[in-house]
């Protein structure tokens, strides 16, 4: 008797990529944030779907590859 092979379900744990925020670098234009990530080369072009607010401080980055592309998750802070 044979058993189908299942997916792995550890495998959506290598999709992601944990970057702290001290590894990136951050420009903001109009309705685009754009973030140079230390491991990787070049800029990522983010569309804001919220205004950033003032002194506000990057803790870390989520780039996480799916089956339609690659999306990205910034997570800040706010200094009052």
């Known amino acids: 008797m044979t058993y189908p092979l299942l997916p792995d379900k550890n495998a959506a744990r290598y999709r992601t990529l944990k970057i702290e925020g001290q590894a990136v670098t951050i420009s903001v234009e109009k309705d ?13 072009k983010i569309r804001l779907h919220r205004l950033l607010p003032d002194g506000f401080v990057l803790k870390n980055v989520l780039l996480t590859k799916k089956a339609d592309g690659w999306f990205v998750s910034a997570i800040r802070s706010v200094e009052t």
């Open 32 to 44: 685009w944030l754009y973030i140079s990530v230390s491991k990787l080369k070049g800029w990522v």
